[in-house]
């Protein structure tokens, strides 16, 4: 019993002491909590409740004009100045108030981060607006003011799925990104065709990784329904709207009746929803309207990643249903010091869930082992930030 109490008080001491021992066990911690279900509801019974403190929620109004960001800023109660994150909501309908974000973000703060979560209107109307972008730019300079308790020289932004483009400009953006020292993309994309060729056909291939999962019919509605919009002829927008629900709804005959009073161009972007050959999605995107055209080109990250200065933590799941793991293989190469990107295709992971599925002994051993300890990888040089 001594010696184990001897042990314990070591062991103790080494993790109180010892910044890289501390760093690991709180890495441990958090992952597992994160790959826990039930702190989801619960996020203070987790694991890392054990050896962290409790952390604060703050609601704020950051003012951008004469309206106002609705926010919550999450922060241990020690008043230390800390290292922050700013972490967008990506495209879900509860936004900054959804169960899985409020558990990662109250994970962030104990583990030492003082973490702002902004409400971006856009994305929780399962929109790309690129008014988001600026609500993003200004959500992270009011964090940047927030002195008492933000070391400002150590400041990143996290993006998840959909929502990782907006980050991505922003951290472009030429006011803030000499302050943006990191930026995670978990899930994310590169280029909008790459994705619309997935969503419709299921194919993808990029540097000699290619395959085919079946389309996921929530990714290709969010899509299309959501940004119509963007196409110029009412008429058409009208049509569209009614064409895209008829088609949701399986009920192919009754959209068949609204196609005939479509313009060329819209017919081609309804060709584009139900087309299934990869090769014909460029042909098909180029015959769209230019609106629609325009838009696409304005969410590709190719023009932006020059002016990223940040270093880049970026995670996909091998067998994401909604976006292409190789898209974030794009993002990666796209960098041209590789000594600012640390990527990690995981197989646990689905889009931007866990993967929920059982392996057999030799699928632990051979698959989800080595994906675990890339992804504990990948979150210890996320918390290695505040360094």
Known sequence: RKLFLILGCLLLLFVVFFPQIRLGTITAFFLYDLLDETTVSAPDRGSLAWVTGSPLVERVQISRGEEQIPADLYRLPD???????????GIIEEGKDDPRLIRFARSLARAGFVVLVPELKGMKSFRILFSDVDDIVISFRYLASRKEIVDEKKMGLIGFSYGAGPTFMAAADPSIRRQVKFLV??????????????????????????????????????????????????????LLKAVFK????????????????????????????????????????????????????????????????????????????????????????????KDRVHLAILKLFTHVDPARKSFSPKEFLTVYLPSMLEFYYLIYDLLSQQK
């Open 79 to 89: 008043g230390k100045r800390r290292a922050a994150i700013l972490l967008t909501h």
């Open 185 to 238: 993309s978990f899930g994310g994309y590169y280029d909008p065709i790459n994705v619309i060729r997935f969503i419709t056909t299921g194919y993808y291939e990029y540097r000699g990784e290619k395959g085919f999962l079946k389309p996921e019919p929530y990714g290709k509605w969010v899509f299309f329904m959501n940004n119509v919009d963007y196409v110029e002829n009412e008429k058409d927008r009208r």
């Open 246 to 337: 008829k088609e949701e709804e399986q009920k192919r005959d009754e959209a068949a009746n609204l196609l005939g009073s479509l313009t060329p161009q819209g017919r081609y972007l309804y060709e584009l929803l139900i087309n299934e050959d990869p090769g014909r999605v460029d042909d098909l995107v180029k015959k769209t309207d230019p609106r629609v055209r325009d838009y696409l080109g304005r969410l590709a990250l190719a023009p932006l990643i020059p002016s990223i200065h940040a270093y880049l933590l970026i995670g996909h799941g091998s067998t994401d249903p909604l976006i292409p793991y190789t898209e974030s293989l794009r993002l990666a190469d796209a960098v041209q010091d």
